[in-house]
């Protein structure tokens, strides 16, 4: 929250560390690691991008033990309030939650041919009404650590993404923002931004590429729907369950008049009111395996940002192409004489006479240097493009199989928790019936 007398921020604390070294593993630094396994420089980086070599899972354990409230007199003396060093006890890191994001928008432009793992929602979004969005209700906060704990983790076990020095440093240092600022990460997001946000369209894009954007988009809108079915369904049962609090009610009302049938009656009342009191607990219980669906709706929008990636590469290959046969065709003009198209110059040329020959000579001399820029810049994009589309691809491949996986499991353990609730509600009518058996 933010008002006018002071400024409140979450931020996450790992009791112990947020990353401690397994047992046995002494390195700490990413170069030394690298040199445990026999190598001498960084997965992930330009000279070996696909290396899938071992993550940092292997080495570390990472977790986000708990979330803490932290408060300052105003913003203009945030940083000595909260970013201090000595807030901190010497095994032990505190992060913020824009301090996430910063280090997923880094991964985003430094690794755009990657499915980057999304963060947890910062407001709760699709909610059934009975339930609190406050974005400080400690249900939600917990919620939300996990999300957290489950993206450090996502991360840490991409066989690229987990070899990332900035990564490494997120986890390490105090001062990791000072490692992001020296890569120049600042001015590739705005330039991406600014070609993302573009219109254009691509005369010949890959029909893999094609498909999975149009697959990304059914993605995005069957998990929407099925959150949004979830919500009203919570909803209606939230109402069904309190409203076996009136048979407790009316139970124990009941029984204060029945003489011989007042002990059934009440023993049935009280069953009555632990079964109304459940659904709380149950209802929290499901919005973990909300969140896990919620993940996947976000997942959609990073699937999205890689083929879009893919389209804004083969637009400006093509551009670049186009703008090369132009510059020959101009020369072969040139050179023979024979205007194919029509031009302003070539009219000029028509009304006032040809060009003398220096002038002419100036000109293929130019020419010939703009083809040989073009060619090279062709080649180039190229290389870019088709890197982009082999690397995508297998991350892409990667991707679905693991949302397959995890969203099996994901509906497996809610259809689980809902014939769970079911017996439940068997076991207390059935003690009811127990009840009444003996009035």
């Not at 396994?37 to 990472?62: C, K, Q």
Request: hydrophobic share 35%.
């Amino acid at each position: 929250t933010l008002n006018s007398t002071c400024c409140q921020w979450w931020y996450l604390r790992d009791a112990v560390t947020l990353l401690r070294m397994r047992p046995g593993s002494p390195t700490t630094s990413v170069e030394g690691m690298m040199a445990q396994d026999g190598r001498e420089e960084l997965p992930g980086t330009d000279d070996d991008p696909e290396n899938t070599g071992s993550t940092l899972l292997r080495r570390m354990e990472i977790c986000v033990a708990e979330a803490e409230k932290r408060s300052g007199k105003n913003a203009v003396n945030m940083q000595e309030t909260f970013t201090h060093a000595d807030k901190c006890s010497p095994d032990s890191l505190w992060r913020r939650y824009s301090e996430f994001e910063l280090l997923r928008n880094y991964l985003i432009v430094t690794y755009p041919y990657i499915v980057v793992p999304p963060l947890p929602e910062k407001r709760a979004e699709f909610v059934w009404h009975k339930l609190s969005a406050d974005n400080m209700d400690p249900d939600f906060v917990e919620r939300r650590r996990v999300g957290l704990e489950n993206f450090l983790l996502r991360v840490a076990s991409h066989p690229v993404l987990s070899n990332d020095k900035i990564l490494y440093h997120f986890l390490t240092e105090h001062g990791w923002k000072e490692a992001v600022c020296e890569t120049g990460f600042q001015a590739k997001v705005d330039s991406r931004l600014r070609a993302l946000s573009a219109t254009f369209r691509v005369r010949n894009p890959d029909k893999r590429f094609m498909e999975m954007k149009h697959y990304s988009d059914e993605l995005q809108s069957h998990t929407s729907q099925l959150l949004r079915a979830r919500a009203r369904v919570a909803d209606r049962l939230y109402g069904v369950y309190k409203v076996h609090g009136n048979y407790g009610r009316v139970f124990s009302e009941w029984s204060a008049i029945e003489k011989e049938m007042g002990d059934g009656l009440q023993s049935a009342g009280h069953h009555m009111d632990a079964y109304a009191a459940s659904i709380d607990d149950i209802l929290e219980e499901e919005e973990h395996y909300a969140d896990q669906l919620k993940e996947y709706l976000s997942y959609a929008e990073a699937l999205r940002a890689v083929c879009r990636k893919h389209e804004l590469s083969q637009f400006e290959l093509e551009m670049a192409s186009q703008d090369l046969i132009s510059k020959k065709q101009q020369r072969e003009e040139l050179t023979t004489g024979i205007v194919r198209t029509f031009s302003f110059k070539g009219m000029t040329n028509k009304l006032f006479g040809q060009e003398a020959p220096e002038q002419r000579e100036a000109r293929l001399k130019l020419l010939e240097e703009l083809i040989a820029e073009g060619e090279e810049s062709v080649k180039e994009k190229t290389v870019e493009r088709e890197e982009h589309v082999e690397r995508a691809w297998v991350d892409m491949q990667r991707f679905k199989e693991q949302k397959d996986k995890d969203l099996r499991e994901a509906l497996i353990s809610y259809a689980v928790m809902q014939i769970s609730m079911c017996k439940k509600g068997i076991q207390v009518w059935g003690n009811a019936k127990e009840c009444f058996l003996k009035m």
